[in-house]
T-cell receptor
Framework: EDKVVQSPLSLVVHEGDTVTLNCSYE??????LLWYKQEKKAPTFLFML????IEKKSGRLSSILDKKELFSILNITATQTGDSAVYLC????????????FGTGTLLAVQP | DTEVTQTPKHLVMGMTNKKSLKCEQH?????MYWYKQKAKKPPELMFV???????INESVPSRFSPECPNSSLLNLHLHALQPEDSALYLC????????????????FGPGTRLLVL
């Protein structure tokens, strides 16, 4: 089964900073890469990336996939305290039935 | 609307109890999932239902028994659990288990926080 690795494990920044979160994956049965934000409870969907080099953007968040180097980054600009959360990267692994393989997550703390 | 609902929000049970977790979605999704998440760990897949049939069981102990009565509902029956089973149990759904692209996106419910005493 493929493995997903995220870095850094945790990060503390100040409001207004820009952060870059990293995710690397293996490729045996890669279908797509997903980013989720998890605060207290359910992971909430941010992006799904399937094609290399195409940036997905939503407000201050953006993400891109590099299928040659097998990684993705999630950028957050002008961070706010509400961005504090665990950011989970997950590979959609294709088999007889698709399933998500999650990385360990990056804990982001944005200080005022 | 990408809402998945789960009940109860919290559950405390003894090791001899039988209880059930419930998950519901009305988005017409045909794949539903159970995940277990321990503190400070990512979600781990337990079961996948595809078109109301169990398609993946990730070697989960038999004290966890999933059930999919219809395309909108997913239950997880619990019996004789152990304290180490205490965790956040997340349900998710996706539009089409056989599709590619955005239809594979999984949407999560708020979870049931389970404590086994």
């Amino acid at each position: 089964e493929d493995k997903v690795v995220q870095s850094p494990l945790s990060l503390v920044v100040h409001e207004g900073d820009t952060v870059t979160l990293n995710c690397s994956y293996e490729v045996t049965n890669f279908r797509s890469l997903l980013w989720y934000k998890q605060e207290k409870k359910a992971p909430t969907f941010l992006f799904m990336l399937t094609s290399s080099g195409i940036e997905k953007k939503s407000g201050r968040l953006s993400s891109i996939l590099d299928k040659k180097e097998l990684f993705s980054i999630l950028n957050i600009t002008a961070t706010q305290t509400g961005d504090s959360a665990v950011y989970l990267c997950a590979e959609l692994y294709g088999g007889a039935t698709n399933k998500l393989i999650f990385g360990t997550g990056t804990l982001l703390a944005v200080q005022p | 609307d990408t809402e998945v609902t789960q009940t109860p929000k919290h559950l405390v049970m003894g090791m001899t109890n039988k209880k059930s977790l419930k998950c519901e979605q009305h988005m017409g999704h045909r794949a539903m999932y159970w995940y277990k998440q321990k503190a400070k760990k990512p979600p781990e897949l337990m079961f996948v239902y595809s078109y109301e049939k169990l398609s993946i069981n990730e070697s989960v102990p038999s004290r966890f028994s999933p059930e999919c009565p219809n395309s909108s509902l997913l239950n997880l029956h619990l019996h004789a659990l152990q304290p180490e089973d205490s965790a956040l149990y997340l349900c998710a759904s996706s539009q089409d288990p056989d599709a590619h692209g955005h239809k594979e996106t999984q949407y999560f419910g708020p979870g049931t926080r389970l404590l086994v005493l």
